[in-house]
Each structure stands twice: as C-alpha cells, then as structure tokens.
C-alpha cells in the first residue's frame, strides 16, 4: 500500500489503531511510540444499511445510497438460508469453498443488484456457482444485503469481521524471561523497583510488550523545563572558547543544537562540522541497540516475566 | 516608455498569463528522449529515472549563493473567498458533489517545468505558477466522488496538453495554457476501492497510467490516447484467468485476481527495447497468506517491464516473492548504461522498499547484483537462485508479535532515489526503524487488504542517507540523518551536488562524493524531490514544503 496511507485513514476513521509517523531516529530524542489498543478497532464507523457518506471506509468520501433496512433484514435471512454455506456467515468464503464475496468486484460495484442478480439466476454456472431459486425480489433483497456488509468494510480493506478472537499473545515461558531480564535489563531496570507493579498498572500483555519493547508507553509527561526524566536525552556543547554547556537535548541536527538549560534557559548554537564540540547522551540507546538483539523468543519470554509483577 | 509599452506593461500585470505561457509549444514527444537538462518536462525530468541534471551553474564552489527567488503557497479546493487580490479564478471540474474534503494537501508532486511555468498538483488539485516570480496561472480543482487522498505525484505532458490522475480514478486532460478541461476518462471503480495517485508518463502517443487499491484488487497500468482519451491497452500485473502467465505462483484463480500488485508510481522508458518498466505493489491479503498458496505470487512486489505500443509483458524480476509485509517494490526504478564486469551494459537499478537493492539487465530482466541495505533489515533468510530474498516465515506478522525491520513503510518508500554517473552510485534515503507485528486475524482463509493485523512502531536503528555502488551493491558511504531525512527524494546534478531535505527542516545540498552538506536552507520538512532547470541563462533549484513550492536562484 502507499505509505503514508497509515496516518490519513485512521485519522479518517478516528482509530486508535495506528502506527506514528517514523520516528525520530539517529541518536537525538526517544523514539515514539503507539501503546496497542487490547482489542480490534471498529472496523466502520456505520451500521450495515444506513448508507450515506463515510470518511472511515475502505473508500474515504464516497456516497452511498442508503438501504433499505427491510429489504436488507429479508436479504439477510434469505443469505442464511441458500448461500451462508459456500459464502460464509461473514460473506468472506465458506466451507464448500465459494469465494469471498465482500472482495468481489461484483459486490463492490453493485449498485441495485444489477450485477448480482444475474449470477444468483445462474449466468456463471460454468464457473461453480449454481442457479438459485428465489424469484427477482428475493434476489434483490440478497443483494441488498450484501452490498450493506460491503459498506462495513473497514480502511484499507479490513474486513469487518476478524473471524475468531485472536489467542493470548503470552506464549513465552516467564523463568526463562526472569533470567534473561536479569541479564540483559538488571543494569537499568528493577522488578523491586522501577518496573514494581508493572503489570497491574499495565494489565493488557500486548500493550505492556509493546511499550517494554520501544522503552516506553504513550503517556510520557513532557519534563518540566529544567527537569530530566530518565529517559530525557542530554547534550554537551563545548565551544571554541572552552565553555561547557550542559542540559536537555531540545533538538539537534547538522547545523544546529539547541539545550534546555537547569534554569529552564534555551540556547541554540550552530555547528560549523566538529565545532562545537556536541556530546549526546542518550539513556534510550540501550534501548534501541538491543532491537537487533532480541529474538522473538527473548521478547515473548520477557513480556511472560513481566506479566506476573503484578 | 511609450504608452503603448506602459498598456503593455499594465496588461501584464493584470495577467500573467498573457506574458508567459502562450507562446510555449509544450513538450514534444521527441523532447522527452533527450537527458535531463533545461527543463523539467516529465515525472522523473527525462526516461531514465536518474534525476541528475546536466546542468552545472550551481556546483560546489556556486552554492553557498543560492538566494531565495521567491515562494508560493497554494490552497487545495474551491475557496474563492480566501484567495485574495490578482489571483485568477478557479477552474472547476469532476462529478462529485464539491463537498468532499478528505485531506491530502501536501504537495509531493515532481513539478513539470516547461517554457517558464511550472506545473503541479496535489490530489484533485493541479495549478500552473509563473516560474519567474511564483504567481499563479491558472488552478484547477476536481471535485471528488471520494477515495484515499493520499497524494498526487504530479503531471504528464503531450504537446500543450498537461493530464492528472485523481483520487476517484478519472484521468484529466487539461489545457496547459488556460488550465481549462479538455477530457476525462475513467480509469478504475471507485467502488472496487481504487485511487489514483501516479504522474501519468508520456510516450510517443501513449499516455501511460497507474493506480493504487488497498483491498484485494487486481493491479492495472493502462495507455491512453493524448488526444481522444482511448484506452489502448490495459495490463494486469496479476493473472486474470487459467493459464496466464505467473498463475502457477498462486494457490486460484480467486486468489490471483485479488492479488494487488497495484502500479502506483511512474515507471521508466527505455526507447532502445521500446519498454516501459515500472514496479508493482504488495499482493492481498498483505499479512496472511490466506488463499494466496505458496508460490512467489507474480507480478506483485517486481520490476516489470511492457512493450510500450501493445502492452505485452517482456519481462519481470520479483524483488519480494510472497511478501509478506507490505512492501511495495512501488520505487520508480533507474536506468543507466554503464560498466559492468568490463563491458558496458544497459542496466537497471532499484533500492527496494524490504531493504535489499539490485541491478538487473534492463533488455532481458536478467539478475545481476542484489545486497541487504537496510542494516537492520532481519525479515528474510537468505537468497533464492534468482537472487532475491527469501521471506522467514518466523518473521510475519504473528500471535504474540515479530519484531521486524523495516515497518511496513519500508527502509526507503516511493520517494525517488537519483543516481549520479560522475560518481556511479545510487543515492537513496535508508530507514531502519522496527516495528511488533501482531497477527489479529487468525482465521486460515487469510484476511482481507491490509487489515488482519497491528503494526505497532517501537523505534529506530537510525536513517541515513546512502550511497550504494551498482556494481557489488556495497554501500559506497552512508551519512546519518537527524531527522527522517530524504523524505520527498533526491536530485543530483552534474554540479556534483545532491539535494534532499533532511527530515530536520532543513534543504540540504550535499557533496555527491561524501555526503559532506555545502549549503542549507530552513524552509521546513521537504515533502517533495528537489528540481533544478535553466531559465534566462540562471538556474533554479526548487522544492515543495507541503503546501508550499519554494524557489532558489543564482542571481
């Protein structure tokens, strides 16, 4: 898919569920991150038949006549009865193997049943699928019903049913975490001390893997100016004349650093190449180097440790 | 002054676009063959891809002189109102009803510079500005039926005829001189979930046309007659039907023609093999295998390269078989002849969005090189016999979550990469960040789209930007970037400078030999590829920071 399609529709459909924009890299600030939300978002912001504009579907904007709520109830029991078998109870392909029908084209470009009566008639018989014995109104009302669970599907296509619950993400094994936690984070991190109750103040596995992972959840208070979480990053600035500037990283890049002074003081100084002399000190690159260290395996027994300091 | 030249003058005032653009002859077919110099009449300023600029005005000693010529701030939609004084009125096209406003107002257009007006969109949008002083020509706007309004990578131009693709997949022909419409054909069903988002590419009296999809459709490039708006030819990149080409690399027929592979970015033109190459998307489901069956799932995620008058694949080379995290090998591939193991060679080079880079042969497709750039890039185990990765099973999206880099949004995207032949390295934006992939959707028929999955972004391993070596795709020296940098492509010119933004607010001009920046500008984060052209004998750099083009000169 395109890129930057991540921000613009969840934005569009007001969901929680999304990934930030890349994140600030290269040494300077903590990297962002999105807490997971425990469960799936809504997967549209409308109920099967009400029709009319969405900007949170699979296509943002578009019209769509509104159903009628009737017609659709008696499609729908039509649907349970001649084709839930081959097309599923969620349209998305059943057990004698029809095809999905919420990615047919058919279904999508059908207007008033114009494209699916036909083929509920017989005209693709030749291809699998049988004539059905409903007369026309019938027929229209199926569609109906199909094309008011086609307007349910969600950005980028998510299908508005996500089939069976998803299992539990704890798959790891918690002595082994323990004793890779010991080693890996017992430097930094503490289960008596900064991670104490970790998981009763993070009670969702997936959101506490999540942020253990990136080195931190989504509600970082910004630090009171002057002041220095542990995860705040802090620069040096020597300057030609020997003077030492120390405080909080506010921004830096090739041609500029700027501190946040104890005072609460900012100061920007250019860089010309290596003068100043700038020194990052970043309590999250730890954090970040060991990315390309864990395995998967490391990360789901951690989080299977973490969940029992409760 | 004579009076009659003070009328003149007036009149001018009153109207640009009597001074300028009605005299232009637009572009010549034949114009586009020629290498990237004075003007900039099509996506990529020639066929190669290359975007490096002959021109050398400004060169590493000229630079640190670049001064600002002027700016321009546009507004998307039909906002008469808040317009202000001299500027012209809005032409108004499309069949929406004129009250949809689904974003997208960034440019990340590549300009078309032609006879002294510069020409560029954003989706639904496309205006024509003075490239002297920056005022506005003409601006069209298209009212939508709806659709991702995700971006606009700009224009193709035939003769005096300049043509846009919308976000409700029309193809508009609009009058270069006026901005007023002369046609529009569709190009997809709305309904189906297409969206259009290519600078269509001029060949001969072929106008050739992308799209893009999110849910499980078929990918399409399609040519149009400049003139009538004719279809020509339409080619899937994916099989339609029992037994056409790549359906053994599916598990049905279902699944082949719900496969994606969807041509968003322009593509290139090699006038020598008469082939238009370009590169195709992720195939659907994205993050479930569902029915998709085993195989590489061809055309999806490859180069392919059509034979421009009937559409007829000549080749393809899959640079993602069976990808399994969305990503796109939707990167606007480069064209060079170059050396290559002691014989010249008509080459192909492409950095990938999954992290790896290759060159091929661009007459046959043949595989000639291909390393891992992306430095953390961990999502594949190995390399098959046609040199392309191998995906790890153990690395989709899963249950408990896989951390993979890079994001679905790749270690480089579809900002265009530029390669310089004074150098001989391609220049590319590399971006290392991680992500959890957490399976959600269970269910073996696979998902649906890009749904069925979270993807939860939990840092970086840094961005830089990369010189890589075409001939042993080593990286030849990489610079780190502050920000996320290279964010709208790059530009190179014969002035041994490379232009990019650094993802930091700045528009950097680097020295192609190291990286090392000669000069900058703080106009903000640049949302689209730096430009250059030659224009009264001075040359001018410009660049896009979202709603507003900026323009630098040598006085």
């Known amino acids: 898919m395109q890129a930057e399609n991540f921000l613009v529709a969840a934005v569009l459909a007001g969901l929680t569920i999304a990934v930030p924009p890349r994140a600030v890299s290269q040494g300077s600030t903590p990297a962002a991150t999105t807490p997971a939300p425990a469960t799936p978002a809504p997967a549209a912001q409308v109920a099967p038949g009400t029709g009319g504009r969405r900007f949170g579907g699979f296509v943002p904007g578009q019209h769509r006549p509104p159903g009628d709520p009737v017609q659709i109830a008696h499609g729908k029991a039509l649907f349970a009865v001649n084709c839930v078998s081959c097309h599923g109870v969620d349209l998305r392909g059943g057990d004698l193997g029809g095809p999905n029908l919420l990615r047919s084209h058919v279904s999508l470009s059908d207007q008033n049943g114009e494209l699916i009566l036909p083929i509920i008639q017989g005209s693709r018989q030749d291809e699998g699928m049988p004539a ?35 299992p539990s993400i704890l798959v790891g094994d918690a002595s082994t975490g323990q004793a890779y936690f010991t080693a890996k984070c017992g430097s ?16 969702d596995p997936k959101i506490l893997q999540t942020n253990w992972v990136a080195g931190g959840g989504r509600r970082r208070r910004m630090p009171a100016p002057g002041a220095a979480s542990p995860r705040t990053a802090t620069v040096s600035v020597t300057l030609a004349s020997g003077e030492k500037v120390e405080g909080r990283l506010i921004r830096i890049d090739d041609f500029l650093v700027t501190v946040g002074l104890a005072d609460g003081a900012v100061r920007t100084f250019r860089r010309d190449e290596d003068v100043p002399k700038v020194e990052v000190h970043d309590p999250m690159k730890a954090h970040r180097d060991l990315m390309a260290v864990y395995t998967d395996k490391d990360i789901h027994d951690v989080t299977a440790y973490l969940v029992t300091l409760k | 002054m004579t009076i009659g030249k003070m009328l003149l003058a007036a009149l001018c005032m009153l109207s640009p676009a009597l001074l300028t653009g009605q005299s232009g002859r637009g572009v010549d077919p034949a114009d586009l063959r020629k290498p990237l110099k004075d003007s900039w009449p099509t996506y990529s300023g020639d066929y190669t891809g290359k975007r490096y600029s002959a021109l050398d005005q400004i060169n590493q000693s000229t630079v640190k002189h670049l001064t600002l010529a002027w700016m321009t701030q546009v507004t998307p939609g039909n906002r008469q109102g808040s317009r202000g004084f001299g500027r012209p009125p809005i032409i108004v096209g499309g069949e929406g009803p004129g009250d949809i406003n689904v974003g997208g107002g960034t440019i990340k257009a590549s300009a078309l510079e032609v006879d002294g007006v510069l020409y560029f969109t954003m989706p639904d949008n496309a205006w024509a500005v003075d490239a002297r002083d920056g005022s506005e020509l003409w601006h069209y706007f298209w009212k939508t039926k709806g659709g991702t309004h995700i971006g606009n990578r700009g224009l193709g131009m035939w003769h005096q005829t300049l043509f846009m693709e919308t976000p409700d997949d029309y193809l508009v022909a609009l009058d270069a001189q006026t901005g007023k419409e002369r046609w529009h054909k569709g190009i997809a069903d709305l309904s189906q979930g297409y969206f259009s988002t290519p600078a269509p590419v001029v060949v001969g009296n072929h106008v050739l046309v ?55 970015v322009p593509g290139v033109y090699d006038p020598e093999t008469n082939l238009y190459i370009f590169s195709t998307g992720n195939p659907t489901p994205a993050f479930t295998t569902g029915t998709r069956g085993t ?72 595989h000639l090189v291909s390393t ?29 979550g896989s951390l993979v880099s890079p994001t679905s949004d790749g270690t480089t995207n579809w900002e265009p990469a530029s390669y310089s032949p004074d150098t001989g390295l391609l220049y590319v934006a590399q971006h290392n960040d991680y992500s959890i992939f957490y399976l959600l959707d269970v269910d073996p028929r696979g998902s649906m789209g890009l749904g069925g999955k979270e993807e939860a972004q939990v840092g970086s391993g840094g961005s830089f930007l990369t010189a890589i070596d075409y001939t042993n795709g080593k990286i030849a020296w990489e610079r780190p970037y502050y920000g996320d940098g290279g964010g709208g492509g790059l530009l190179t010119t014969a ?20 990286g090392k920046p000669l000069w900058h500008t703080r106009i903000g984060d640049v949302s689209n590829a730096p430009q250059t052209f030659m224009l009264d004998g001075h040359q001018y750099l410009i660049a896009a920071t979202g709603d507003t083009l900026w323009s630098f000169l040598l006085y």
Request: proline share 5%.
């Open chain 1, 132 to 166: 059905i014995p409903i007369d026309p109104q019938d027929g229209l009302a199926v569609a109906a019903y199909i094309r008011s669970v086609v307007e349910t599907i969600g950005s980028q296509g998510r299908p508005p049913s996500l089939g069976k619950e998803a």
């Open chain 1, 188 to 203: 930094c991190h503490s289960a008596t001390g900064d991670l104490q109750g970790i998981a009763a103040r993070i009670t």
């Open chain 2, 210 to 264: 992308g799209t893009g999809d999110d849910i499980d459709a078929p990918g399409f490039v399609q040519s149009f007659d400049p003139e009538t708006g004719d279809v020509q030819w339409k080619f899937f990149t994916v099989p339609m039907k029992k037994g056409d080409p790549g359906m053994d690399s599916w598990g049905s027929v279902d699944a082949a023609r719900h496969g994606g592979g969807q041509a968003w």
């Open chain 2, 295 to 366: 195989g590489d799932n061809l055309f999806t995620c490859a180069v392919v390269a059509v034979n421009v008058d009937t559409g007829k694949m000549a080749w393809y080379y899959s640079t993602s078989p069976h990808d399994m995290h969305d990503y796109d090998s939707a990167q606007t591939p480069v064209l060079v002849d170059a050396m290559f193991n002691g014989k010249m060679r008509k080459l192909l080079l492409t950095a990938a969005r999954n992290g790896y880079y290759f060159t091929l042969d661009r007459v046959t497709g043949e």
């Open chain 2, 372 to 400: 891992k750039y992306g430095v953390y890039t961990n999502w594949a185990k190995g390399l098959n016999e046609k040199g392309a990765p191998i995906y790890d099973p153990e690395k989709n999206a899963t249950v408990a």
């Open chain 2, 495 to 514: 002035g041994k400078l490379l232009f990019a933004g650094d993802g930091a607010g700045n528009l950097v001009a680097h020295d192609v030999a190291n």
